[in-house]
């Protein structure tokens, strides 16, 4: 049996930048999110598995995950700050939409295309499980990048948000605690799975380039803030010098009347 092959640490960098910019919340990711939102909630409503596997394959969720993973094992606490508030406000916003839909969609009932996403926990979980795993190496291994797409599908995590906005409009707290019990399910068990591919591959050895690559930015950061402030201090200072010349001015034109 050939062993796991190993890539190299440039190679790792890539794919922690590729990670890290897949994941930011661009236009273009809302705007999928949104769209995938959308069609995923209509497949729901109207029983109809292929419109739900389309809308699943156009989510870009998945990156999110996948970086909240990555910045775990690198020990990047900006990483896993900033994936977990773009996890937490796509699924917000996907909740809210799919609640808006249902509330105008006409045939307003739990079908089983809904009540699946409210049962069967842990296989959901092992699912999650084998496609973070998946994806992860897939994303680290550029020859298999063409699977992406496929898992895409399996993972899980936008029809319970989805369910969640139905179950809110249809007033059903009882599916919507359990699509919300599905959906950490499946967002813990992507994690867990990606934690193993970047532990298995070795991401530790990253963890010095990226710390500095934090430092370097931190920097950057602040030297912008500081020149921000000393633009604004300067700014501030025109004002006052300026408004000093006025009063100056005033007070002269007074003693020359008085004269």
């Known amino acids: 049996m050939n ?3 190993s890539i190299t640490k440039t190679q790792k960098n890539k794919v922690f930048n590729d990670l890290s910019q897949n994941s930011a919340p661009e236009f273009g990711f809302f705007l999928m999110l949104i769209l995938s939102a959308v069609i995923v909630t209509f497949g ?3 029983e109809n598995v292929a419109i739900i596997i389309g809308g699943m394959l156009i989510a870009p969720i998945l990156w999110p995950a996948l970086s909240l993973a990555m910045g775990i094992k690198v020990s990047d606490l900006k990483l896993i700050e900033n994936s977990a508030k773009i996890i937490l406000k796509a699924s917000l916003l996907m909740i809210v939409i799919s609640a808006l839909i249902s509330l105008v969609f006409l045939e307003r009932s739990i079908n089983p295309e809904i009540a699946s996403r409210t049962t069967h926990f842990l296989s959901y979980f092992f699912v999650a499980l084998v496609s973070g795993v998946a994806a992860s190496y897939a994303f680290s291994s550029p020859r298999f990048s063409i699977v992406l797409p496929g ?4 993972v899980a995590l936008i029809p319970p948000l989805s369910v969640m906005g139905i179950s809110i409009s249809f007033l059903s707290w009882d599916i919507l605690v359990n ?16 934690l193993m591919v970047f532990s298995i591959l070795e991401f530790d ?7 500095a690559k934090v430092k370097r930015e931190d920097k950057k950061q602040q030297e ?3 020149e921000k402030e000393k633009e604004k201090d300067v700014k501030e200072i ?4 300026k408004e000093v010349g006025e009063i100056i001015e005033n007070n002269n034109k007074k003693s020359e009347k008085n004269e």
Do not use: R
Not at 151 to 154: E, P
Not at 179 to 194: A, K, P
Not at 238 to 241: A, S, V
């Open 179 to 194: 699509s919300m019990g599905v959906f950490f399910l499946n967002l813990l068990g992507i994690i867990f799975g990606s």
């Open 3 to 5: 062993k796991i092959p």
């Open 238 to 241: 025109k004002k006052t010098l």
């Open 224 to 226: 912008e803030k500081e």
């Open 44 to 46: 729901l409503l109207m």
């Open 205 to 211: 050895e990253i963890k010095k380039e990226v710390k």
């Open 151 to 154: 898992v895409a599908i399996s």
